[in-house]
């Protein structure tokens, strides 16, 4: 008999079903299976709900990202949005929804809160393009950006490399206070405040830029020689010349990240082009291409975000929760066997 229900998942479920190393893992083969065409990926839709609109701007976006993974014969989509205002009014900047699909016959198998899980699958990304990309004796770690992927970005970072020293800054002093002194106690780490992005940038191996920012926030002359700069802002948080003087510049999927973060304003000035691009993560991690070929390269890392990184997670999420009896059932359709019950369907 078939199973018509969804399973519904909170993000409390999500979290208690989740871990950093077990995404990072996943997250690793989604790059992989990309490079290895296992994966259908049509281009994210983006509803802008911003300035650029004739009505009152709601100061939000929302992104429609689907995915069908061949490995794991699962179809998803992610409904993900941000909105400016909500921190100020107690809700959490980023709201997302992740349905998963039965390939086979379009029954929803799954509802899973979706803004855990990308917070997640970031932070994973951001590990895996400098467990390929930097160097491997990175000791010294610079986060600009005291949110909840700050966090993640850290937490997932020390999972692959040994750091001697951490720098947070942030906007908000207090906030970068708070992030050192909990990622301190968290990980065991020595984690500072530094009073400026220059301040931060200063001799470390690994810069991760994780903020809403519309201006630039890392510059050339700041950088250690052979340091891996990763772009994750939705905005170029980089310096052009960052970005243009890089030795490689490395993204999770080109069509994606020409249009928006780190590359969207160089590429719409036409001062990079998809021939300038050293590849796509995917082909680093099956072998196709090489990462780092010396100490002293400048690499440039855009992980824009991925919807079948998303599908994936939720995936294993949901072979979790089926495993451990976790999660609320509901029947959103009855599923009709009997032919009269089909014909008297069609009839209405």
């Known amino acids: 008999m078939i199973d018509d229900s969804t399973l519904l998942l909170s993000q409390k479920q999500v979290k208690a079903l989740l871990d950093m190393p077990s995404v990072i893992d996943i997250v690793e083969k989604v790059f992989r299976w990309h490079d290895e065409a296992k994966v259908i990926f049509p281009p994210k839709l983006t509803l802008d709900l911003g300035e650029s609109q004739p009505w009152p701007p709601y100061h939000g976006f929302v992104n429609a990202m689907p995915a069908y993974i061949g490995e794991l014969d699962v179809a998803g989509i992610k409904w993900v949005g941000g909105f400016q205002g909500n921190p100020a009014n107690g809700l959490p900047y980023i709201s997302a929804l992740?349905?998963?699909?039965?390939?086979?016959?379009?029954?929803?198998?799954?509802?899973?809160?979706?803004?855990?899980?990308?917070?997640?699958?970031?932070?994973?990304?951001?590990?895996?393009?400098?467990?390929?990309?930097?160097?491997?004796?990175?000791?010294?770690?610079?986060?600009?950006?005291?949110?909840?992927?700050?966090?993640?970005?850290?937490?997932?970072?020390?999972?692959?490399?040994?750091?001697?020293?951490?720098?947070?800054?942030?906007?908000?002093?207090?906030?970068a206070e708070e992030y050192a002194r909990e990622m301190t106690e968290e990980l065991g780490l020595n984690v500072r405040v530094a009073n400026s992005c220059e301040a931060a940038i200063a001799g470390a191996d690994i810069v991760c830029t994780v903020t809403s920012s519309t201006e630039p926030l890392v510059k050339k002359a700041w950088l250690k020689e052979g340091s891996l700069v990763i772009g994750c802002g939705s905005h170029q948080e980089l310096e052009s010349e960052v970005i243009l003087t890089a030795n490689k510049i490395v993204v999770d999927n080109w069509a994606q990240a020409s249009h928006r973060g780190a590359l969207a304003a160089v590429v719409g000035e036409r001062r990079l082009s998809e021939s300038q691009i050293y590849g796509e993560i995917g082909s680093i991690v099956t072998g196709r291409k090489s990462g780092r070929a010396s100490a002293s390269e400048h690499i440039v890392a855009v992980p824009v975000g991925l919807g079948s990184a998303d599908v994936a997670c939720a995936h294993e999420a949901l072979r979790r929760a089926l495993a451990r009896g976790v999660g609320d059932r509901f029947q959103f359709v009855k599923t009709m066997t009997n032919p009269d019950e089909l014909r008297d369907h069609c009839r209405q």
Not at 103 to 125: Q, S
């Open 98 to 175: 992740i349905l998963l699909m039965n390939p086979r016959n379009g029954l929803f198998t799954a509802v899973i809160e979706g803004a855990y899980i990308t917070a997640l699958r970031t932070g994973a990304a951001s590990a895996i393009f400098a467990k390929y990309l930097a160097r491997n004796d990175s000791t010294m770690l610079a986060v600009l950006g005291a949110g909840v992927q700050g966090r993640m970005q850290l937490w997932a970072m020390s999972i692959i490399f040994n750091f001697e020293e951490v720098r947070v800054t942030d906007i908000d002093r207090r906030r």
